[in-house]
C-alpha cells in the first residue's frame, strides 16, 4: 500500500462520497474506485459497503482508518525529518525524556549542543508510560533519562549520575504545612494523604511508613495529574519526587523528612561511542551541578 492510496482510502472515509473524495484529491471517480479496490484486495477485507447511496465504512473499515490515520501521520513525521537529515545533518542524536523537571535546564543544554554540533540533529522526545524504556533498548533512543534502578539489570546500558531526586509533600499555598522548613511523619497526622499513580518503588516504601506510623487517610490516585488536582481543590497532600516538578510555582513543594532518594541518570548504549553522546552527557552533568536551590 502507498502513500497515495493512504491518501484516498482516508479522504473517503472523511466525506463518504465517491464523487467529492475524488474532487478533493484531484483524480477520476472512476481512478478512486481503483485504489479502493485495490487496497481492499491487497488487505483482504472491505473497507466500505457500496450497498446504499454514497458509501459507509464497515466495521472493520472504521477500524482500519483509525490505524492508517496514524500510520499516515508517522510516514509524515518520517518523511519531514528525513528531509532535515539530508538537508543539513550527518547525524541525529535521540533522547527520551519522562521527568518534568529535566524540562528547566534543557532548553540551555539544547542551545548549547546545537552551537557546537551544528551536523547533529537533536531529537527530543517526551515519554511518561513505560514504553519509554522497551524502546531505548530496542536502540530507538540513545540517552534516556531514567532512574538508576531502572537500567542497572542490564549489561549492555551505562548509566552516568545526574543527580538525587528527594521526596517532597505537595500542597497548596495555604495549606497549614506550608509554613514548615521540612515535613516530619507526625506533621502528617489527620491528614488525606493521596497515594498510587505509579509511585517508583523507593518512594512506596517511604509512603508506606507513613501509612502505617502516621494517622493519615489514605486516597488512591491513578496519576501525577490527578493527584495535583486533588491536591488544587483541597482534598489532601501527596508526596512526590523532586524529578516530577515543573518549576511552575503553582504548588508549595516542602522536603520530607527521611533517607531515601532516588539516583537519576542518563542512560546510553554500551557500545556507543559518539562524540555527540558524550557532549550531551557533559551538557547535561554540568547544567545540574549546583542545584540544591532546586526542588529534585
Not at 16 to 33: D, G, I, T, V, W
Not at 57 to 64: D, V
Not at 83 to 106: D, G, V
Not at 219 to 228: K, V
Request: with cysteine; aromatic share 10%; glycine share 4%.
Amino acid at each position: 500500500m502507498n502513500l497515495k492510496q493512504i491518501n484516498c482510502a482516508l479522504e473517503l472515509a472523511s466525506c463518504l462520497n465517491y464523487r467529492r473524495a475524488a474532487e478533493n484529491l484531484f483524480m477520476s471517480q472512476p481512478a478512486l474506485s481503483y485504489q479502493i479496490q485495490s487496497i481492499e484486495d491487497e488487505i483482504g477485507f472491505l473497507i466500505f459497503d457500496r450497498s446504499g447511496k454514497g458509501s459507509a465504512l464497515t466495521p472493520a473499515g472504521a477500524q482500519f482508518c483509525l490505524s492508517l490515520r496514524k500510520i499516515k501521520d508517522d510516514l509524515k513525521s518520517a518523511i519531514e525529518k528525513g528531509k532535515n537529515m539530508s538537508s543539513k545533518y550527518s547525524e541525529a542524536l535521540n533522547i527520551c525524556i519522562p521527568m518534568r523537571s529535566c524540562i528547566y535546564f534543557l532548553p540551555q543544554i539544547i542551545k548549547d549542543f546545537e552551537k557546537e554540533m551544528t551536523n547533529v540533529a537533536l531529537n527530543i522526545k517526551f515519554i511518561y508510560d513505560e514504553s519509554r524504556l522497551d524502546l531505548f533498548l530496542k536502540g530507538d533512543y540513545d540517552i534516556l533519562f531514567a532512574r538508576k534502578n531502572e537500567l542497572s539489570r542490564f549489561h549492555n546500558i551505562k548509566t552516568i549520575h545526574i543527580y538525587d531526586s528527594h521526596f517532597y509533600i505537595i500542597m497548596s499555598k495555604t495549606d497549614p504545612l506550608a509554613k514548615l522548613d521540612i515535613i516530619k511523619s507526625s506533621d502528617l497526622n489527620g491528614r488525606t494523604f493521596m497515594i498510587g499513580g505509579g509511585s517508583p518503588p523507593e518512594m512506596i516504601a517511604v509512603q508506606n511508613r507513613i501509612i502505617a506510623n502516621a494517622n493519615v487517610t489514605t486516597l488512591n490516585c491513578p496519576d501525577h495529574e490527578t493527584a495535583l488536582l486533588n491536591v488544587a481543590s483541597d482534598k489532601g497532600i501527596v508526596m512526590t519526587p523532586g524529578f516530577t516538578n515543573n518549576h511552575n510555582g503553582e504548588f508549595l513543594w516542602i522536603p520530607y523528612d527521611c533517607p531515601e532518594y532516588i539516583d537519576c541518570v542518563l542512560g546510553y548504549h554500551k557500545d556507543d561511542e559518539k562524540e555527540s553522546t558524550k557532549y550531551f552527557i557533559e551538557l547535561t552533568q554540568k547544567a545540574y551541578e549546583n542545584i540544591k536551590w532546586m526542588a529534585l
